[in-house]
């Protein structure tokens, strides 16, 4: 079995106390645990001076890899090209997508870097996994200097429309970048047809179904590779477990005691313009004014950690929430009961499977995702015998499994409250059969599942003939 080596921008704390707020690192680290291998990334610090070779921390059998970051590549390679160009525009936000040679230099710059880093670690059969938008070029570079490894690439964003993605100045360096991997990963059909018509009719290459119905090969720029869609999931029975313990922690009860007999409608998200914050307040705010027996009776908890705060659409975004929630609150508060609870940290998993498991409704609206765990999260941590419902946004990767939810347009703020309503009054069969379904999904394809899909595409390379 070849040793299998994960390249990630972000990489799992180390003290696993310590939660890390993305979707990214938490999956990739259940996928991780069992097999083992080396995890390469940034360590999450910025210094003067990095040091010139990665930190090494092995932890059971897998090991931490991972570089500090100077100021100036956490500028232009993190908070620049990563974040301010290729974050939003692969959420399908041109508006809020800049662009400037700079930042797509350090872009490319730390891209090289890194991957010179990396070089020295490998061993002749180790499969390389990178992931996710802030290191496109990292096979690219790593084939520069040698380096003739089994490559797989895997998107946790959604992939845009060719019509969004020619916007950007350099777009046929960054999808030949993609090619010089052996396998590309996508969560979803959608992503995976993007990116298709983006080789059919911008880069003129041929796209062939694969004998197996695995996917498709590709053959672009002067390379044959396989491009298939994997969707992500969870750990399901381990959280399962812990949703059933966590139901009785101090803290579960907690909550269970301050809502005093009260529904709770819930959402997790990182603070980011992509999840649609703003419309699900105003979802609920219309709910509170269309169905008035709510008020008082029904709370809603969003508990949004601070994200990529120096990046500015991200202060802009947390102003405007604040802004709303107060607004809100200000208009149906009562002297004992709050509409909004809004907290901007980050809590452990145990608890938000504890608070997953008290709430009637999770809310998940994001304007475009890639995934959304937060989705089958909520799911996994019900309880079978009463079930919540999930409310669900057509535009998170999740919806094309979870078609059991009550799948809603996140812009359509009358229809979402209406939703809601839906949910808070659905009775206990239906909740029950809509749970079942789901669950049924999240059993079937789990986190091993989307681990051994992706690495035996893998094993079978090169495809190149
Ligand atoms: C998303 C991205 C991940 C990222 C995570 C957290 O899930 O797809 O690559 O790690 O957000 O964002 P951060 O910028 O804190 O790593």
Avoid at 79 to 101: D, I, K, M, V
Avoid at 247 to 253: D, G
Wanted: charged share 20%; glycine share 8%; proline share 6%.
């Amino acid at each position: 079995m070849s040793r299998l080596v994960v390249v990630s921008n972000r990489v799992a704390p180390i003290d696993e106390g310590k939660q890390s707020a993305g979707g990214l690192a938490v999956a990739v680290l259940a996928a991780l645990k069992k097999t083992g291998g080396i995890w390469f990334g940034w360590s999450g610090d910025v210094v003067a001076a990095p040091p010139s070779a990665p930190s090494l921390t092995p932890v059971g059998k897998l090991t931490y890899a991972t570089l500090d970051l100077a100021k100036r590549d956490y500028e232009e390679y993190y908070n620049g090209y990563a974040n301010s160009t290729l974050w939003p525009l692969f959420h399908f936000r041109l508006g809020l997508t800049n662009f400037n040679r700079r930042n797509y230099a350090g872009y490319q710059r730390v891209n090289a870097l890194f991957a010179s880093k990396l070089a020295p670690l490998l061993q002749p059969d180790d499969m390389v996994w990178v992931h996710d938008y802030h290191l496109i070029p990292f096979g690219e570079q790593l084939r520069l200097i040698g380096m003739g490894h089994r490559m797989g690439f895997f998107l946790h964003t959604p992939f845009p429309a060719p019509e969004l993605l020619v916007a950007l100045p350099n777009h046929a360096d960054i999808v030949r970048a993609l090619c010089a991997y052996d396998v590309v990963g996508f969560h979803t059909t959608t992503d995976l047809r993007c990116f298709i018509n983006y080789i059919r009719f911008e880069a003129r290459g041929t796209v062939t179904e694969r004998p197996d119905g695995e996917g498709y090969f590709i053959n672009a720029f002067g390379r044959t590779l396989v491009a298939r869609s994997f969707p992500i999931s969870i750990d399901t029975e381990p959280l399962v477990t812990l949703a059933k313990q966590a139901a009785r922690t101090r803290q579960t009860e907690r909550l269970r005691e301050s809502l005093v007999g009260r529904d709770l409608i819930i959402g997790v998200d990182r603070l980011d313009y992509s999840k649609g914050l703003p419309q699900r307040f105003e979802s609920f705010h219309c709910l509170l004014e269309n169905y008035p027996a709510n008020r008082g009776h029904v709370s809603f908890l969003q508990i949004a950690p601070p994200s990529r705060s120096d990046v500015p659409e991200y202060i802009a975004i947390r102003k405007e929430l604040e802004t709303l929630s107060g607004h809100i609150n200000g208009r149906f508060a009562e002297f004992d009961w709050v509409p909004i609870r809004y907290l901007n940290k980050s809590f452990t998993r145990r608890s938000l499977a504890g608070f997953f498991r008290v709430s009637a409704v999770g809310l998940v609206t994001p304007l475009r995702d890639g995934m959304n765990l937060v989705a089958k999260e909520y799911v996994a941590c019900q309880d079978p015998e009463d079930p919540g419902v999930l409310v669900l946004s057509r535009f998170a990767g999740a919806a094309e499994e979870l078609g059991d939810a009550l799948i809603v347009n996140p812009y359509d703020i009358e229809s979402v409250a209406d939703a809601l309503q839906r949910a808070l009054t659905m009775p206990l069969d239906e909740r029950k059969a809509r749970y079942n379904a789901m669950m049924e999904v999240l059993r079937r394809n789990d986190i091993s599942v989307w681990r051994e899909n992706f690495v035996t595409a893998l094993a079978g390379a090169p495809y190149d003939s």
